[in-house]
């Protein structure tokens, strides 16, 4: 079985987070990305129905193909970048199964170890004068690598995408933060989330597999008051959703979190500010 390799995911996420950050990017190309989604059925299904793979897995696979794939971003970066990069990238196919033996994974941590081991604080100029001049093989390497192994790393898309899927939903205002950006990108037709609501998504019950997935990501504990609901879970549902329907919120994993019966009540079909999921490990004094 190929591996996660965990510096990859953890840049993977890293990027994903500049990418929904970026009001640019964010407002277009995420939305005619999701759209190829959407379009597939008749009615735009990740907003009617529940889909295992929702959302935030269309979201990886997105971010996984610009983060491996796209030249442009190499434009912007710099030579030390770049060859961080496919130190990262190497670490990726191997752990991928791809044999550290390959002529270009050879080639190419040949070049990184060689600028690993001439790195001198002392004179950095002559580090950067001499990556600087490498600027070519770098590109070089690059190309090299994802056209050999363009197979294999579209092979590896799902399994980091569901990754990067993982990481995000962990995070319950990352979720609520890109639930939010569904509908002023427009999936709803509607950018005021204070104006009239829109009701064309449809109340569906929520399948099992989402359900454990937020009892477990919000620690049986009310995303609001913090009580603890565990015992409470099997005779009531207490998934609410973050950003109601009655408002454009979409029928995904993203737009869930878990409320006791009297949050749940009390919030009805108002937007609430979200709470971290994310316990606090060390009290800290502020
Ligand atoms: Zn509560």
Same mark, same amino acid.
């Given at each position: 079985? /190929? ?17 929904? &950050?970026? /009001? ?54 710099? %030579? ?17 199964? !791809?044999? /550290? $033996? ?28 001499? &990556? ?25 898309? *799902? ?24 509908? !002023?990108?427009?999936? $709803? ?6 104006? $009239? /609501? ?17 009892? *477990? ?15 409470? &879970? ?15 919120? %979409?029928?995904?994993? !993203? $737009?869930?979190?878990?409320? %006791?019966?009297? %949050?749940?009540?009390?919030? *009805? ?18």
């Amino acid at each position: 079985m /190929p591996q996660i390799y965990t510096p990859f995911a953890l840049k993977l996420h890293a990027y994903g987070l500049m990418r929904v &950050l970026d /009001p640019n990017w964010s407002g277009l190309d995420l939305f005619d990305f999701l759209k190829r989604y959407a379009r597939k059925r008749e009615t735009p299904y990740f907003f009617h129905h529940f889909e295992e793979r929702g959302i935030l897995f269309h979201l990886g696979l997105f971010i996984f193909e610009e983060f491996v794939n796209c030249d442009n971003r190499f434009e912007i970066q710099d %030579c030390e970048d770049l060859a961080w990069y496919l130190d990262t990238l190497v670490g990726f196919l191997i752990a991928g199964e !791809v044999s /550290p $033996n390959d002529k270009w994974i050879r080639r190419t941590k040949t070049v990184t170890e060689f600028f690993d081991s001439i790195y001198d604080a002392s004179n950095e100029e002559d580090y950067y004068r001499r &990556l600087d001049r490498a600027r070519h093989t770098l590109h070089r390497l690059y190309d090299e690598i994802t056209i050999t192994h363009s197979d294999k790393i579209k092979e590896l898309a *799902s399994a980091y995408a569901a990754n990067y899927s993982d990481r995000v939903l962990h995070d319950r205002q990352l979720c609520a933060f890109i639930a939010q950006l569904l509908i !002023v990108i427009g999936f $709803n037709g509607n950018d005021d989330l204070e104006g $009239n /609501p829109q009701q064309w998504v449809r109340r569906k019950n929520i399948p099992a597999w989402a359900k454990k997935a937020i009892y *477990s990501r919000d620690r049986g504990k009310c995303a609001i008051c913090n009580t603890d609901i565990l015992f409470e &879970l099997s005779e009531n549902d207490h998934i609410d959703h973050i950003i109601p329907l009655a408002r454009g919120g %979409c029928n995904d994993i !993203v $737009n869930l979190q878990l409320l %006791c019966q009297k %949050c749940n009540l009390k919030k *009805s079909d108002t937007l609430q500010e979200v709470t971290s999921s994310i316990p606090p490990y060390i009290a800290r004094r502020l």
